[in-house]
């Protein structure tokens, strides 16, 4: 009777656990690979595997994408620094939203999601795929937010390179699905993919 009220318990208690917000480690911004070697390793890299990335490497790769390098400015240009750019990292465990100034990811949609996140299988088995958002009541245009956007994720394979990660940038996106799940506005528009992890 005791075993069974005991395995009871452990299965209420598995129920009750979900994913939650996540407190990143400090990125680490020195050090790596010198610019121009990491320029010369950049290239798209389908082949990634399922193996977890820690989550100290995963705060470097997002900081990279969208992180603040001095006051109140971020790694990337945007538009008259409007900072309409969102950054989202959809995971195994959930799609969280990456927030910079407090170097932390706020749970959006717990499960796994990384089926919407892409059409290639590639993408439904990565540790980390990064969806990049337009705010646009933010009051920039398409053109604008794109070259932000292009900046960010320029950045990630420059990062990914830096680590000997693969990565590679994505417009295959299920844009329409995201949008639910996420609950994004009428004005946030999903703009890129990108899919960074250990090669096979």
Same mark, same amino acid.
């Given at each position: 009777?005791?075993?069974?009220?005991?395995?009871?318990?452990?299965?209420?208690?598995?129920?009750?656990?979900?994913?939650?917000?996540?407190?990143? #480690?400090?990125?680490?911004?020195?050090?790596?690979? #010198?610019?121009?070697?990491?320029?010369?390793?950049?290239?798209? @890299?389908?082949?990634?595997? @399922?193996?977890?990335?820690?989550?100290?490497?995963?705060?470097?790769?997002?900081?990279?994408?969208?992180?603040?390098?001095?006051?109140?400015?971020?790694?990337?240009?945007?538009?008259?620094?409007?900072?309409?750019?969102?950054?989202?990292?959809?995971?195994?465990?959930?799609?969280?939203?990456?927030?910079?100034?407090?170097?932390?990811?706020?749970?959006?949609?717990?499960? @796994?999601?990384?089926?919407?996140?892409?059409?290639? #299988?590639?993408?439904?088995?990565? #540790?980390?795929?990064?969806?990049?958002?337009?705010?646009?009541?933010?009051?920039?245009?398409?053109?604008?937010?794109? &070259?932000?956007?292009?900046?960010?994720?320029?950045?990630?394979?420059?990062?990914?390179?830096?680590?000997?990660?693969?990565?590679?940038?994505?417009?295959?996106?299920?844009?329409?699905?995201?949008?639910? &799940?996420?609950?994004?506005?009428? @004005?946030?528009?999903?703009?890129?993919?990108?899919?960074?992890?250990?090669?096979?």
């Amino acid at each position: 009777m005791k075993t069974l009220f005991l395995t009871a318990a452990i299965l209420f208690v598995s129920a009750c656990v979900t994913a939650q917000d996540v407190k990143l #480690p400090t990125p680490q911004t020195t050090g790596g690979k #010198p610019l121009f070697d990491a320029f010369r390793s950049r290239q798209s @890299d389908r082949n990634i595997s @399922d193996a977890n990335l820690d989550l100290q490497t995963i705060s470097e790769v997002l900081w990279s994408a969208y992180g603040f390098n001095r006051n109140d400015k971020r790694v990337i240009p945007t538009a008259n620094n409007k900072q309409e750019i969102e950054v989202y990292a959809v995971l195994k465990d959930g799609i969280y939203l990456y927030d910079a100034k407090n170097n932390a990811l706020i749970l959006k949609a717990s499960g @796994d999601h990384r089926k919407i996140a892409g059409a290639q #299988p590639f993408v439904h088995i990565a #540790p980390l795929n990064i969806i990049y958002v337009a705010d646009f009541s933010k009051g920039t245009t398409l053109l604008q937010s794109s &070259v932000a956007c292009g900046a960010a994720s320029q950045n990630v394979y420059l990062a990914s390179a830096s680590k000997g990660l693969g990565c590679v940038v994505r417009t295959t996106i299920n844009s329409e699905e995201l949008h639910k &799940v996420l609950k994004l506005t009428a @004005d946030q528009q999903v703009l890129l993919g990108q899919t960074v992890g250990k090669t096979k």
